[in-house]
């Protein structure tokens, strides 16, 4: 009897041991939305999916979120960057440079499927769609032109050059290599992109 009686104190141990407290519930959740998503896309996740790879149950999702695109539309915070990461030098082309590769960085991996996966499907879901350029697209872009027009506040480059068009090339360039290509840009591609595409745009 008193055997039983220990063993069963000892599971409710290890059961309050292991209990997770919400912050860890959530990180889970947004862990496995975004393995799901790079594995089998927005149109495949489900909360049945997303809860077994959390390791939770669903009743946190459902209490939460109203639907998937809900969900995912939260986890894109964790997907976007993080314009403190990167560090400025002061010259342009190894800003430019730094800031391709820091990027690169920051979009490989489990992290980068699941940007190219939800790229490829946005369009299909407007509101998602609409998310997905705000938080991941538009701090890219804005990235981007600051580090130019800094560049032209130096002197490095004419302001004038620096137009709606010449902005637009260069942010989708970036974007289709960064998120449209399976595979990491190396130090030879982000040193060609900056020699014989961006520079050239922006210095005459």
Known sequence: MSNRSSGGVQATERVVRTRRGAAEVQQAITDAVVAELAEVGFGRLTFDSVAERAGTGKSPLYR????????????LETLGMDPAGYTRSGVLRKDLIGFIRYMTRTHQGVKGAALRSLLGEAHRYPELL????????????DALTELLRDAARRGEVSSKHLTPVVLEVLHALVIKRLLLEPRDLTTKDITEMVDQVLLPLVVV
């Open 130 to 141: 609409a998310r997905f350029k705000a938080q991941i697209l538009a701090p890219l872009f």
């Open 64 to 75: 939460r979120w109203p639907d998937t695109t809900a969900l995912v539309i939260d986890a």
